[in-house]
């Protein structure tokens, strides 16, 4: 996968969702040398960008995130074999990773003092409904938990779907369904899984508790 050729408009679009996380394929028009706010893309070109956006899908550089796309840790490793930058700094998927929590964080804030204010969190549309979701599962994230990467490093599912709701009911969000929660991690957020030490148990790999959450412990 690292040696993975890129054309020059698939520089320019991984480049362009390194630099902005959970970038739309609005702000993709850019690629093509168009004001992503004033200008609209020709047939030709939707069909160039749509056709190139599938074909790195297909090969699991970028994945999608409800109203915008990701990259993939693949994808990172591809970035550095093309020997391409993000400004005056090198590729880091780590880095990468940490720029989207903060970035969906920042976004959850303000979602989460509209909630407040207007009480309006159930009665949005059911897809920004789905969106929202994802925010209030990386605040918890964010908040007692450590990305490490580490496939040493584990939390059962069983217990992370407990804490989670736990908080949830205290902060009075809706609580998670144990399966809608498994889609979520996997197909959203990117969380892999597997059986620990040959038990039934399944946890979620390269994240665990953070120390000073003595409650998620």
């Known amino acids: 996968m690292a040696k993975e050729r890129l054309s020059k408009l698939q520089r320019q679009i991984l480049e362009k969702i390194y630099n902005k996380p959970a970038q739309s394929k609005k702000g993709l028009k850019v690629c093509f040398g168009k004001d992503p706010l004033r200008q609209s893309l020709t047939n030709s070109e939707r069909v160039v960008l749509h056709k190139s956006l599938n074909n790195m899908l297909r090969k699991g550089l970028i994945e999608r995130l409800r109203g915008g796309y990701i990259l993939t840790e693949a ?102 369904k144990y399966e809608k929660l498994a889609i979520n991690m996997k197909w959203e957020l990117g969380f892999r899984n597997r059986r620990i030490d040959k038990r039934p148990k399944f946890a979620w790999i390269g994240i665990k508790w953070k120390i000073i959450s003595d409650e998620c412990s």
């Open 75 to 176: 994808c990172c490793d591809v970035l550095k074999a093309n020997e391409c930058h993000a400004g005056e700094k090198n590729i880091s998927y780590k880095d990468y990773q940490q720029r989207l929590v903060k970035e969906l964080i920042a976004i959850f804030g303000s979602l989460e003092k509209a909630r407040e204010k207007y009480k309006v969190i159930r009665s949005v549309h059911p897809a920004r409904w789905q969106h929202r979701r994802n925010f209030v599962l990386v605040k918890f994230i964010h908040e007692h938990c450590e990305m490490t990467h580490d496939p040493e490093d584990f939390i059962y599912m069983k217990k992370f779907h407990e804490k989670l709701n736990e908080w949830c009911k205290k902060k009075g969000f809706a609580i998670f």
